[in-house]
C-alpha cells in the first residue's frame, strides 16, 4: 500500500527562524514543479533535501523517505499475510482440513519476503557499491 498524500514535515521547535527566496525562471521553476510533485514535496522542501544530499553517491533524505516507505508496505503486508496464516493454522487444528485459499496465502507470503530481501539487499549498508569512498 503505497501513500500519495504529501506528508508534513515534523515541525522544529520555536520554528525554523531563517528563510530563503530564490528567483528562477519560468522554466526552472516548471520542472522544480514537476520533480517536487513526483518527490511529492512542496518545492522549498525539495530543494533543501536536493542539496543535503551526502554525496553525489548517496541518497538524499526523499530517497531515504521512498525506501522507508517501501519497507513499511512490505511489513505491512507481512502483518496481515501472517493473520491470515495465523487463522488458516487455527482452521487446519481444529477440523483438520487445510482452507482453499492455503496455497495462495503462502505464494503472497514469499513474493512478500522476496520483496523484502530485495529491499535489504539495496539498501544493506555493508554494501561497498555505493561506499562513497570507494
Known amino acids: 500500500m503505497t501513500h500519495n498524500k504529501k506528508r508534513r514535515q515534523r515541525r522544529v521547535q520555536g520554528g525554523s527562524p531563517v528563510s530563503i527566496h530564490v528567483r528562477t525562471t519560468m522554466t526552472t521553476y516548471s520542472r522544480l ?12 522542501r525539495y530543494l533543501v533535501e536536493s542539496a543535503l544530499r551526502e554525496s553525489a553517491d548517496g541518497w538524499s533524505l526523499r530517497e531515504q523517505r521512498w525506501w522507508a516507505e517501501r519497507l513499511d508496505t ?6 496481515r ?13 481444529s477440523t483438520g482440513q487445510a482452507p482453499d485459499g492455503l496455497p495462495s496465502a503462502l505464494t503472497y507470503f514469499t513474493a512478500t519476503l522476496e520483496e523484502l ?18
Open 33 to 44: 514543479e514537476i520533480q517536487a510533485a513526483r518527490a511529492r514535496l512542496s518545492i522549498p
Open 74 to 79: 512490505v511489513e505491512t503486508r507481512l502483518i
Open 81 to 93: 499475510i501472517g493473520t491470515n496464516l495465523n487463522q488458516m493454522a487455527a482452521r487446519i487444528n
Open 117 to 134: 530481501r530485495t529491499i535489504l539487499a539495496a539498501i544493506d549498508p555493508a554494501d561497498s557499491s555505493r561506499d562513497p569512498k570507494t
